[in-house]
C-alpha cells in the first residue's frame, strides 16, 4: 500500500536530462583549478544558472564576483570565466587585473565568438537570435564591436544592412531562429545564417517535448534563473498543463503526488542542473511512490544514471555523438559522466582535409579510448587508433594472402625506407626498394608505392613488418619477360641499351631482358675489352645470334651487322700494289699492320728492310704509318703477306 495513501506512480526521466558538457567542463574545471591552486577561485559571475551548485562551489572556495568588483582582486588571484564565455573587451579587463584567467567558455560558444567576429570583420550585420540581456550574447556582441542586432522574434528588427550573418544564442528555441530567418530573407539581400543552437539544448528540447505529450504531470529541474531550464518548462507547459519548474527535490508538490489522477509523471532537467539533484528528485517520488523495490523503471533510469559513473578502461572502441568541432578536436558524449575530446592529430584523415568538413554536430563516430583523463579533464580518443588497428589486420591478410598493398613513404632511414599503411609502420629495406640498387632512396619520401608484405612478427617487443618493393616489381617483370622471349627470335635485329661492361663481353638490355655482346662479337676490328668502344646506356642494334627460351639465354652481336672486311678483300687489295698500313704489334717473326679496321696483314721480319735486322721493333714503332707491296692475299685463311723494304725499292 502507497505511503499516506498516495497513489502509484510512474516516473519517465527524459533523454540527456541535466548537466550538459560545456556546463560540466565549466564546473570540473572550477574544482581542478581550486585543487591545483590550493586558494579561494573566482567566478566571473555564478558559474553556471543553479542555486544548489553555487552553494556547494562556495563551500569549496570557489565564489562568484561581479565585472563591477574585480578591482578588489589582487594580482595573483584566479578568475575563470563560465561556459557563457565574455567579450575581448571583458577579456582584457581580466587580464590587466589578475595573472591568472582560466578560460572555461564552452567550445560551442566560442564557435559563436569566432564566426560574428569573421562576418563581422568581413562586412556583414550580425544577427543574433536571444535575449539580449543573457549574458552568453552580450558576450557575443561583445565580438562584433557590440553592434548586433539582437530579437527573439525578428519583429522588432529595424535597419538591417544588406547582408546579415544570422546566428543563434546556444540555449535558443528553435521556432524563435527560424522566425527571425523569416524576416531577415524578407528584407537582406545577402544572407548568411548558422544555426548555433546547441545540440545539448535541442536534444533536451526534444526529449522533453516528447515525454511532456505522453504524461498527466511534468517536473523540470533546474535553476530558476536557468535560460535553457526556462525553455524547457515553457516547451512541456505548452504539451502538460501540470508543467512544475523545481529548483530541487524539496520543491516537489505534494499535490502532484497525491493526485489519483496522475499516473505518469515525466522528468526532465536543465542543462545546469548537476545528477545528484537530479537522484535526490528521483529518491523522493521514490520513496512517495514507496515502490522503492517495484518501480522497476526508475530503479533502471536510476542505474543508468550511476553507470555514468562506470570505469573508464583505455583501450576501449566506443560510439560517440559529436557534439562540438573547434579547430582543436572534436568533442563528444561517448556516454560517461565525463565528456570526451578527439584532437584533431588523432583524427584519421588527409592533411588537408578540414576537422568541420568531415564532422557535424549530431554525427555518431566511432572511437578508441587512448587516455581516461588529459589535463583539462577530458578522455582523450582516437580514430588513427581504430584505422591503426584496422590497417594491421588488413596487413596481416595481405601477408597471408601474399596480396600487395599500397604504402606511403614516410622517412627514409639507414638501411630502407620507413612507411606507413594507416598508421602502421612498414619497414622496405634499401636491397628491396627496385629490382636493382638505388644509392639515394630520399627520392621516394611523400610517395604512394605498393609492396608485398614479407615478413610479418607479431610480438609486445620485437614486432615487426617488413615490405618489399621489388618482390612486386619482380612479379610484374616476370610477366612482362614472357611476352618478351616469346617474341624474340634467332636473326633478329633489335634496338638495345648497355647495362654493364665486363672483360669478355657486354650485357644489353633488350625491352628488360639481358643478352650478352660477347667482345669478339663487338667489331671485325680487334676490340681488347668491351669498354675502349662502349659505354653503359650507350643505344646500340644487335642481331640475335642464338636464343636459348628455355635457359633464358641469348648471344648478341653488333660486327654481325657490318659486312665481314674480309669479303672482297683480294679486289681491295690486289697483289702488286702498294698500301699505306698502320703497325699494331710485333711477333718474333714480323710486324702486324692494318689495312682497315678488321684486316690485319704481316710483314715478315726478313722483308721489313735491306739491313739485316733480328725483330721488328729494329725497324718499326708501334702505331707508325708505312708503306708496304701487296705480296699475296689468301681470302679463306685470311692471310695478307706484305713488304716494305720492296715498296722502297720503287
Ligand atoms: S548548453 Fe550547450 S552551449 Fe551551453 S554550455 Fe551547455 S553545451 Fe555549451
Redesign the pocket.
Known amino acids: 500500500m502507497p505511503k499516506g495513501g498516495l497513489h502509484l506512480k510512474n516516473i519517465i526521466l527524459a533523454d540527456k536530462a541535466g548537466f ?4 560540466r567542463r565549466a564546473v570540473d574545471e572550477a574544482i581542478n583549478i581550486k585543487n591545483k591552486y590550493n586558494k579561494d577561485i573566482y567566478t566571473l559571475g555564478p558559474l553556471i544558472h543553479n542555486n544548489d551548485v553555487v552553494k556547494f562551489l562556495e563551500k569549496n572556495n570557489i565564489f562568484p564576483i561581479k565585472l563591477d568588483e574585480i578591482n578588489k582582486l589582487s594580482k595573483n588571484d584566479v578568475i575563470i570565466i563560465r ?1 557563457h564565455g565574455i567579450s575581448p573587451k571583458v577579456y582584457d579587463m581580466l587580464k590587466a587585473t589578475v595573472d591568472t584567467v582560466i578560460d572555461a567558455t ?1 567550445p ?2 566560442s564557435n559563436i565568438q569566432q564566426k560574428a567576429k569573421k562576418y563581422f570583420d568581413l562586412g556583414y550585420g550580425i544577427v543574433i537570435v536571444g535575449d539580449f540581456n543573457h549574458p552568453e550574447v552580450e558576450g557575443i556582441n561583445g565580438w562584433c564591436d557590440n553592434k548586433a542586432f539582437i530579437s527573439k522574434d525578428g519583429l522588432d528588427l529595424k535597419n538591417l544592412p544588406t547582408k546579415v550573418c544570422v546566428l543563434s544564442q ?2 535558443e528555441k528553435q521556432e524563435n531562429f527560424e522566425k527571425v530567418l523569416n524576416i531577415v530573407v524578407k528584407s537582406c539581400k545577402e544572407i548568411v545564417a548558422f544555426n548555433t543552437i ?1 545540440s ?2 535541442e536534444v533536451r528540447q526534444k526529449a522533453a517535448e516528447e515525454i511532456s505529450k505522453k504524461v498527466d504531470a511534468m517536473i523540470v529541474i533546474g535553476g530558476k534563473n536557468s535560460s ?1 531550464t526556462t525553455k524547457l518548462y515553457e516547451i512541456c507547459k505548452a504539451n502538460c498543463e501540470n508543467t512544475i519548474h523545481v529548483e530541487n527535490s524539496g520543491e516537489i508538490p505534494e499535490t502532484i503526488l497525491n493526485s489519483k489522477n496522475i499516473v505518469n509523471i515525466g522528468v526532465t532537467a536543465g ?1 545546469s542542473t548537476p545528477e545528484w539533484i537530479i537522484k535526490e528528485a528521483f529518491i523522493k517520488m521514490n520513496e512517495e511512490n514507496n515502490q522503492g523495490e517495484n518501480n522497476q523503471e526508475v530503479n533502471e533510469q536510476l542505474a543508468f544514471m550511476q553507470q555514468n559513473d562506470k570505469q573508464i578502461v583505455v583501450g576501449e572502441t566506443l560510439k560517440g555523438e559529436v ?1 562540438s568541432v573547434t579547430e582543436k578536436g572534436i568533442f563528444l558524449n561517448v556516454g560517461y559522466k565525463v565528456d570526451a575530446i578527439l584532437p584533431e592529430n588523432e583524427v584519421l584523415k588527409d592533411a588537408d582535409v578540414k576537422l568541420e568538413d568531415m564532422f557535424k554536430v549530431g554525427d555518431e563516430v566511432t572511437v578508441k579510448i587512448i587516455s581516461r583523463r588529459n589535463e583539462d579533464g577530458y578522455i582523450v580518443l582516437s580514430t588513427v587508433e581504430i584505422g591503426r588497428e584496422k590497417g594491421y589486420s588488413e596487413l596481416k591478410e595481405a601477408f597471408e594472402k601474399g596480396e600487395s598493398i599500397n604504402v606511403i613513404v614516410k622517412e627514409c632511414v639507414k638501411g630502407g625506407l620507413i612507411s606507413s599503411y594507416k598508421g602502421v609502420r612498414v619497414f622496405i629495406p634499401a636491397s628491396h626498394v627496385e629490382l636493382f640498387h638505388i644509392d639515394d632512396l630520399n627520392s621516394y619520401i611523400g610517395k604512394e608505392i605498393g609492396i608485398k608484405i614479407i615478413e610479418l612478427v607479431e610480438g609486445r617487443k620485437n614486432s615487426r613488418i617488413v615490405g618489399s618493393r621489388k618482390e612486386l616489381l619482380r612479379v610484374d617483370k616476370d610477366k612482362l619477360d614472357e611476352v618478351v622471349w616469346e617474341r624474340l627470335n634467332k636473326g633478329d635485329i633489335v634496338e638495345g641499351e648497355v647495362k654493364r661492361l665486363a672483360d669478355f663481353g657486354a650485357f644489353v638490355g633488350i625491352d628488360g631482358i639481358d643478352g650478352l655482346l660477347h667482345v669478339s662479337e663487338i667489331s671485325w676490328a680487334r676490340v681488347n675489352k668491351p669498354s675502349d668502344v662502349l659505354k653503359v646506356s650507350d643505344k646500340i642494334k644487335v642481331l640475335i645470334l642464338d636464343i636459348d627460351k628455355e635457359n633464358k639465354k641469348i648471344s648478341l652481336s653488333m660486327k654481325a651487322l657490318s659486312e665481314d672486311p674480309w669479303t672482297n678483300v683480294d679486289i681491295k687489295y690486289p697483289v702488286e700494289s702498294i698500301v699505306l698500313c698502320k703497325v699494331l704489334r710485333f711477333a718474333s717473326f714480323g710486324a702486324f699492320v692494318e689495312l682497315e679496321p678488321g684486316v690485319d696483314a704481316l710483314v715478315h721480319v726478313s722483308e721489313i728492310s735491306h739491313k739485316r735486322i733480328d725483330k721488328p721493333s729494329e725497324g718499326l714503332t708501334i702505331g707508325q704509318l708505312v708503306k708496304a707491296k701487296i705480296l699475296d692475299v689468301n681470302k679463306e685463311t685470311k692471310k695478307i703477306g706484305l713488304s716494305i723494304k720492296e715498296a722502297n725499292e720503287l
Open positions: 550538459c558538457f560545456g556546463v561556459s564552452c560551442y560558444v546556444t540555449t546547441c545539448a539544448t535553457n542543462a557534439i
